[in-house]
């Protein structure tokens, strides 16, 4: 039997569209994100992430760099979002996050967002995978209503920072199946230097324990594609900036042991990175090695380990009953 997204539920029931109208309201005086500027979005002020009442959509398309088991064979159907609550200074994708002016241009309206996932489900996409969808949490969801009415039947990835509000969250209880969260930091004074998010740790914390209460730690798997569950993404940055083992450790004693941890090696000094001296180069391999052992030290066994050598090659550190050839 095909797995049927939560979502669906939701709409047959009328919650779907509750949600979606209880959604827009926050924006009125914006709580969407941990920043809380309390912005008036529906009149286009705009706070911290610089973005009004429409979502902006940079681009779309079927992505196979993500994960083995979200990008499957046919692509996980990403939409990336224009702007960001954050302002990290190696963003990699700086000329979407923090490029407002010009990704003002990109405004879509929630009609035309909805169709968007509709014709990446038409493109035979495995997912639905929302990028940076943060700041804009509040709106997307009328999108997702309006897709689903008109037959939208794919998992939704939620694919964020991890900066996020348990509030807004508890709005997607039971519309997104997959999340795929960032914890960038355990150190909030490195947070703040090179994010600008303000008690980062503690606010991810929340915001992650939030995802693992509604998705728990067990991947359920469709063939070889995951369509529902938690994989939480970590880049290690140099000079041990991530701090790490805080994470780790937060992961291993206040989630479990057996959450899916997608390492990443990826990290090069983008955007304006190259100013500051502790984060002007290239991950080196020792770096990486010793995050990997600290996965061991915390006994999370589960996950994939990006090879150094490539930004798109995952390899599995774990072992399963199941039947996997990406496990091999």
């Known amino acids: 039997m095909r797995f049927q997204p939560s979502y669906i539920k939701l709409l047959q029931s009328g919650e779907l569209k509750e949600r979606a109208l209880d959604a827009l309201k926050v924006l009125e005086s914006c709580t969407s994100c941990p ?7 529906t009149k286009n002020e705009y ?3 610089a973005s009004g009442y429409l979502p902006i959509v940079s681009s779309f398309t079927p992505h196979f760099g993500e994960e083995p088991v979200l990008s499957g064979t046919r692509g996980a159907g990403n939409i990336f979002f224009g702007n960001c609550n954050l302002k990290c200074i190696f963003c990699q994708n700086y000329e979407i996050s923090q490029n407002w002016k010009v990704e003002h241009t990109h405004e879509s309206s929630h009609e035309r967002l909805a169709d968007i996932m509709l014709e990446l489900q038409n493109r035979n996409c495995h997912n639905i995978g929302l990028v940076s969808p943060t700041h804009f949490s509040a709106t997307i969801l009328k999108s997702i209503f309006l897709a689903a009415e008109k037959g939208l039947s794919l998992p939704i990835i939620y694919n964020t920072n991890g900066y996020d509000s348990v509030e807004m969250l508890k709005l997607y209880d039971g519309v997104i199946d997959i999340y795929l969260p960032d914890f960038k930091y355990g150190n909030d004074e490195y947070a703040m230097k090179y994010s600008h998010a303000e008690n980062y740790f503690e606010k991810t914390k929340a915001a992650i324990k939030e995802m693992f209460r509604q998705v728990g730690n067990e991947l359920i798997y469709e063939g070889d594609v995951i369509v529902r569950g938690l994989i939480i993404r970590h880049l290690v940055l140099p000079n041990g900036l991530a701090e790490s083992e805080k994470v780790f450790k937060f992961i291993a004693e206040e989630l479990s042991a057996n959450v899916h ?5 990826q990290y090069y000094p983008a955007n304006k990175a190259y100013k500051e001296i502790l984060l002007n180069r290239t991950l080196r391999p020792l770096e990486y090695e010793r995050t990997v052992e600290l996965l061991h030290k915390y006994k999370l066994e589960n996950g994939w380990l990006q090879e150094m050598e490539s930004s798109e090659n995952y390899k599995p550190y774990f072992e399963q009953s199941r039947e996997n050839p990406f496990n091999n």
């Open 35 to 41: 920043h809380d500027c309390k912005v008036d979005r």
């Open 47 to 49: 706070g911290k992430c």
């Open 261 to 265: 941890i997608s390492l990443m090696s």
